[in-house]
């Protein structure tokens, strides 16, 4: 799924519209929701909450999104024709993806979450920091915003659970 | 509302008639009845009838914490209420053997001086007034008022100052106490002279005074006269000489005495009094500043104080007299058993009962004035 | 002293002296109300905002002229030791004695410079006041009576208990603390004003105002009683309770508060252990309900529920892992802060009763949980966190990086554990503490000097190790540094079969908490260090091993956050399976107990009902 993130980064580079961009954004939480959803049977009931709250949460941004290129107000905007600018993309060190196994516990599951909406927020953000200010920026600029909270909220989970009571 | 068995009892034709003086009655201090058979304006005998301000006090306290006790023992002689602090507490501080810091000591010492002085100048104005000389009593009032203002500023009540803990007292004298004091007492005895004018050398009273109400000093002692109603007899018998408490041995004072033992020397010792306290009050106001650390020595938390078991009996010198509290303990977080021994109870009673006899009318109020009896205390 | 001369007549002229009084300044006393001396015992006034509704104002009142009046507007938090009673004062009984002044834990109650209230008789009940900081008429009259150093009945300061000095406690195991002696047991309890804060505050509502004051009578035997009727892990609680009590004790406000726990250690270390066992045995049932239920996990909840339900009747197994019991308090506490010997005492206690306990007993490999079901009325599963949480950075795989449980567990079993000349810990809990010292003292033994290294991502004011961990901890040499984010584990270049640890690497945590206080790490990359040491121990959380469950039986039951989902009463929802202590609660020993007892009066019921059906 890394890849796929990657991958995705990649053709949003090559998109020319907003519509376009939406709609590989779109894609991108459509494919994480559907491998949480694979996952939920394979690990353990236990650490299953993980999972499904992640599968829950991806389908939120899935319908944020898709809310969004359907908006009527700023359909004329979507179509407008863009030039996506060349980045690199930095991935933080500080974020290690492990190997998901067949059946991940919840500390893997989460590292995993987090790591994928570290990939997403930096994407969106380095394309919104080399764009010129304007609609697309502004799109880049939310939809970086929006990972960024999905991250920080999966960071307050994994403290929960990983550093429980920490004592 | 007569009983069905009440038959008037015929009586032979006599002169003799009764009279009740009180309970409410300006002669009488407080609400307290004096039951007189007279003949003529003579009096044949005089009963005494306590009671009426009857509180309970010494069956309450054994209900209360000890240190709840302190708000009630000011309430038992209302005129001169320290002595009646510092005595009990001064009971309790026996019973556990709490050093008390030397400067509390010397600050309820100018407390009981203060006390002493009001409750004479409170005492002056009542003899005076049962004579007829109402300016000396609004004069004492006044004054007397002066020491309350330097009460409230000390122990932030002016009638009932629950200063004394047991231990120490309860705060430190606030910034310039000791000038206001000292101008107090100068101003009061800037006054004296005016008292001696209008009372104490006025022949009015001092006719009046001289002669009533007199004992020996077999009788007094018999009767168990303490204070300057004992000294008005010719013995020089003072607690706070003969069996010092407090730091009253570093102290300087005269012990006045007069020889009649009537109505008149009693009053005059009293006037001497008041100077004797005035000087040990310059005395403390002197000292004080000198004397410093704490005012408290350590105490357990009153809420559960267990004193420990015994008994002890500290007696003061109060404007009255021999005033003292016996304490038993038997351990607990409360008194066991409180008693007061205050000179009212005698002075108001017996003594008042035996000087009645053969007195005239007139002379009754001003005998129960002269003894400084207080009759909350008789009845606590 | 000038004589008064009585017998002067004086002359004809004599009454005119008094003309002098024509020039004299008349007596006038002004009408308008003044404010009175600075000390003056006025009406009261309270401060809501400081005032925590402890009540003792009502307790010492002579005249009992308080009521404590609830407002349901105003804070309740019993964790804080706050209660939304405020005193309501009736001035036709209050004698204006200012003792609940004096005695006011918090100094919010003082008294007015306010002479004066009357009224008509239709307003009678303006004499029953709530005061608040305004006073009784709502005009800001000045403070009169209120706190003072002098007048203050409260003690403020904690009776002092000796214990080692860093130098003299680093080279072993041995308790720190002394514990008080009588006579300072004594003093320190003489200093409680019975409040019950302490109470509410304990999850397990010990009767700390009562044991506290059979202390202070001189009675150690009727405190353990009283100790006894809500907590069998007495010596444990005594020493390494977390203590909220006294968090929530109200001289704590302006001093330091009561120190419960080392009075509930003074009780129990000052009674005969035989008499504590015939205390504890008080009350036990004189018949057998002939009820099985099974514990699994000999910790402190297991062995709290098996203390009730063998007091009910019930017949309590046990099946304890390790080879010996106490759980975490065993293999968790280092000795110098819980001696093993005073938790085979309160075992001791427990046992005594009757409780069996199954040692080296696994369950899912010795036993089945299916069939515990199959032979018991009712299960308990109390098996705590054992599984001690990994950063799972680069490197923290290597056999040289351990886990603080697992480590300190080693120590306590005397396990041969080889520490090397330096250290890093990961945590700053007091796992965290625990580990670090006890590798310090081991370090002190072997080499004969202390290099520990702990980092932390929170930064100290939000450490989550008790303040007076962290202070012995670093007395004892062992270097704390806060806000470190760990990144990886750096081996020294390879020469042997397996790599030798190098460090620790790190960033500065610039914010750990967003401003809900929840966690939102930002790191400042640019702050980077390397922590050296030879080891690596992560301490930073731990988790239940859930694994003996199996999985069907995890399948069957429901979970909540990766905890078992238990309702108020400790119950699954499976009717013959109970859950407690730190795998349901968070480690917390006192937490644990209260759940012991909760679960086992759940048992209770659900045995009584069977037996009724039956």
Redesign the interface.
Known sequence: MIEGAVSSYEKIKAKTSLRDILDVACSFEASARDFYTDLIPKV???????VEELAAEEQEHLDLLSGLAGREDIAEQIKAEVRTPATDSRFS??V?L?DLGPSPD???VL?YAMGREQIAMEHYRSLAESTAPGPIHDLFSFLAGEETKHK?EL??V?????????? | MRPENYEAQRQPPSHEYELNIGPNHPGIEGNYAFKLRLHGDTVLEGKADAGYLHRGFEKLMEGRLWIQNLAITPRICVPDPVPMEVSYVLAVEELCGLEVPERAQWLRVLQLELSRIAAHLFTFGGHAATTGMYSTMFWGMADRDLVLDLFEELTGGRVYHIYNIPGGVRRDIPDGFLDRVKRTLDYLESRLPDYDNLLFTNQVFVQRAKGVGTMSREQALEWGVTGPNLRATGLKFDVRRDDPYLVYEDLEFEIPSEEAGDAWARTLVRRKELVESIRIARQVVAALPKIRGTIRCPIPNPLAWSVPAGSAYTRVESSKGELAWYVVSNGGERPYRTHVRGPSQMHAVQVLEKLSVGARLEDIAQTMFSLDACPPEVDR | MRDIDYKDKGGVLNPLKNLSFFGRKAVTVPLEPRPASANYRGFHLNDWETCIGCSTCQKVCDNAAITMVRIPDLPEDPVQGIRNLRPAIDYGRCCWCALCVDLCPTGSISLSREYVHTCLDSELDSYFVLPDAKGIHGTPYPKGWAKSEDADLVALERERMEELEPAERIGHFQEIVAGYDSNQAIIEASRCVQCGMCFDACPTHMNAPEYIRAIWKGDPEQAVREIYRTNPFAHTCGRVCTHRCEDACSVGHRGTPIAIRWLKRYAMDAVDHERVKAIAAEGKARFLSGKRVAVVGAGPAGLTAAFDLVKQGHEVTVLEAQAKAGGMVRYGIPDYRMPPDRIDRDVDVITSLGVKIQYQTRVGKDVTMAELERDYDAVILTIG?WMG??T???GSDSPRVKRAVTLLRDVADQVKVSIPASVVVI?????AMDVARTVARLQKQTFGAVKVTVTA?EDLEHF??DPQEIKEAREEGIEILDAR?P?EILFKPRKYEVDKVHGLRT?RVLSIF?DQG????R?D?ADEQIHEGEMVIEA????AE?DLLG?DL??R?E??????KVDGQGRTNLPWLWAAGDMVR???VVSAVADGHRVAASINTYLSIQEDAA
């Not at chain 1, 353990?44 to 993980?50: D, E, I």
């Open positions: 353990g009931k236990n650490v299953r909450w993980v060190d500080c290690h492990p919840d500390q893997a590292q920080t960071e307050k994994y403290y929960e659970v990983v550093h429980s009571g920490g004592v | 966190l949480r990994s799972r950075i680069p945590g700053g809990g007091n796992v991502l989550l190790a984010g990144q960033w967003d929840r966690f939102a790490p790191y990359e930073i959380g731990q988790a859930v999985e995890t399948e039951l979970w909540m956050r990766g905890r078992l968070g480690p917390d």
